[in-house]
Structure formats: structure tokens, C-alpha cells
């Protein structure tokens, strides 16, 4: 399809689920450079093992809530490559599902940490290299339908995801006059490491066909259906768009939660 052909593009998250799905697209649209970053330095290096030998790959193991860590690779990343055209920020920790009034503040702050902070410091250490090029950027920010409705995530989870659609925005009209383009996908229920519990459960009850039901298409998603969505925000397709939160859910966030009930 060639609308990577040249670019290089850094993923936060890279080792599992959306950020996995997204490195394998772009190296299938042949992408010239990836930067991979992520904690787990054996599923890294599994991903970058199994993409086309076409794209150049850098495997980083980094904690993004570091900002020590994270400013070193990426200045690594750009001796290396000499440019940036895509940043996804994919990386990400979910929150316990405790009550308002049973709220732990050392679990808001390492959600918090990891979600917005790094999120923010990444897009500026990218943003700020993209900014000197001709062509700009473009950036994808893996947000979440429960930054835009309560009940599909804890209270800290929900919370960062609605910062970075709050992020995605602000950024968006911050850096338009560069050439950079911001946006983010909000996925709903997608099938990954970090939601694994919920369907081997599942599958351990024989209910798996019910996960999903309460969105239009009735069932859950897969990683590579919002990897293709966050490629197209992040190519030359999406061009005139920017400043947007597109959610990936299945029609979730289409009703009140009650499938059929415009019917």
C-alpha cells in the first residue's frame, strides 16, 4: 500500500495487544524505521523478531513513566533513524475497579504516571523533532472508551484516558501551525494482555459468546481492527483531520449501553 514507504514511526506499548497489532501493520504497509518501546524486554523482542525484514527495527526496553529513560531512547532512536513521522502512544496500566470512597492516591499516581504523564512527555520529545521537518507528523493516542463514559473502566483508568482525550485536543491546536497532526483511537472491549482476565474467565465459565453484547455488533474486538484505525489517522488518508477521538468499539459508545433499543 506504500503509505508508510520512508517513514519511521515510534510505538509506546510495543511489546503486546494494540501496540504489537500496530508495529505489524506499519510493517506491513512497509514502513521504513520502527522504534518499539516497552517494559517487557522478551515479548519486545518476539515482536520485533516477527516483522517483515524490510522495516528497520530499534527494540528499547524503557518505563515510560521515566522521564530519564524515555528522553535518552528517544534521543538514541533519532541518531539513529534522523526522523520521526508517527508517534503512537500505546502504552498503558489499568486501575483496580475500587469505589469512589475506597480510593487508593499511590495507584492514581503510578495510572497517572504511565497513561497522561507519559503520554504527554513522549509527544514532546517527538513533537519537538517532528516540528523541524518539512513534512511534520502525524500522532495517534491510544485513549479508551472509558475516557468518554463511566463504567468501562476503574476510576484511575477512566480518569487518564479522559486527560489524554483532553491531551489529544489541546496538543492538536498546539502543534497544527507545525505540520503535526494529533489524534486518538478510543477502543472498547479489544481482546489483550491487559484485558486477558476478562476472557479467560470467561472462557473458563463457557460465556465467552456474551463478551461484547452490550455494544451494537455484539462482540469484542480484536487488536489489528484498531491497529488498521490508528493507521489510517496516522497516514496521508487522514490528512485534514486532526484534534479528534475516534472511538473503535463496536457501536459501544453509540447508545446508552442497550443494543437494539433505537430499533
Avoid at 515479548?43 to 522495516?55: P, R
Avoid at 475516557?147 to 489524554?164: D, E, H, L, Q, T
Avoid at 490528512?239 to 477521538?245: E, K, L, N, R
Wanted: glycine share 10%; charged share 20%.
Amino acid at each position: 500500500m506504500g503509505r508508510f514507504t520512508n517513514k519511521v514511526a515510534v510505538i509506546s506499548g510495543a511489546a503486546s495487544g494494540i501496540g504489537a497489532a500496530t508495529a505489524v501493520r506499519l510493517a506491513e504497509e512497509d514502513i521504513a524505521g520502527l522504534v518499539l518501546l516497552d517494559r517487557n524486554e522478551e515479548n519486545l523482542k518476539t515482536v520485533a523478531q516477527g516483522l517483515s525484514h524490510k522495516t528497520k527495527v530499534l527494540a528499547s526496553v524503557v518505563d515510560i513513566a521515566d522521564e530519564a529513560q524515555l528522553t535518552q531512547v528517544i534521543n538514541e532512536a533519532h541518531t539513529t533513524f534522523g526522523r520521526f513521522d508517527v508517534l503512537c502512544n500505546n502504552a498503558g496500566v489499568v486501575s483496580s475497579r475500587k469505589l469512589a470512597d475506597e480510593q487508593d492516591i499511590a495507584e492514581w499516581q503510578r495510572v497517572m504516571a504511565v497513561n497522561v504523564y507519559g503520554c504527554v512527555k513522549l509527544t514532546s520529545l517527538v513533537a519537538a523533532i517532528m516540528a523541524g521537518q518539512a513534512e511534520g507528523g502525524a500522532i495517534v493516542n491510544t485513549a479508551s472508551v472509558a475516557g468518554i463514559r463511566s463504567g468501562a473502566g476503574g476510576n484511575a483508568y477512566s480518569a487518564s484516558k479522559a486527560a489524554v482525550i483532553n491531551f489529544t485536543q489541546t496538543a492538536a491546536c498546539d502543534l497544527a501551525s507545525k505540520g503535526i497532526r494529533v489524534n486518538a483511537v478510543c477502543p472498547g472491549l479489544i481482546e489483550t494482555g491487559m484485558t486477558s482476565p476478562f476472557f479467560d474467565l470467561a472462557r473458563e465459565k463457557g460465556i465467552e459468546h456474551r463478551l461484547g453484547e452490550r455494544c451494537e455488533l455484539k462482540r469484542a474486538g480484536q487488536p489489528a481492527e484498531v491497529a488498521a484505525a490508528i493507521a489510517f489517522l496516522a497516514s496521508s488518508d487522514a490528512s485534514y483531520i486532526t484534534g479528534q477521538a475516534l472511538p473503535v468499539d463496536g457501536g459501544n459508545t453509540a447508545s446508552l449501553n442497550m443494543p437494539g433499543m433505537k430499533v
